[in-house]
């Protein structure tokens, strides 16, 4: 199985997000649940480019239990982590992503994956 690269699970609320990722930092982080084994399933990958903490909290009250992350502060790490991480755990046929990451705006950067 890949490996996300990220840090986790924490159950996905707002004390869990404040203390594993407090600071106004961007980052990658991904949604899902633990199985019966303890596994974590990723069912959505994601990043932002502006406060991990604050994208995290976005997702509270949604069906997704727990979450994964990690700070990242290169523009093109992040989204080529964020691009790997959505190829290698199933695209938006697995995931609940609707499409392929976009690039950070006003950059041209292409997945290092399937060159979009």
Known sequence: M???GLIGPYSLNSEEIDINFPFNKPGNFALGYLDDSNVFIVEYVGRSDTDLNQILKT???KSYKYFKAKYIDNDKD???????NFHDFGEDKLLTN???PAPLQGTSY???VCDK
Do not use: F, I, Q, V
Not at 78 to 84: G, I, L, P, S
């Open 110 to 112: 292409k997945c290092p």
């Open 98 to 100: 609707a499409a392929h």
């Open 59 to 61: 997702n509270l009250g």
């Open 78 to 84: 992040r989204y080529d982590k964020e691009c790997n």
């Open 2 to 4: 890949p490996s996300l």
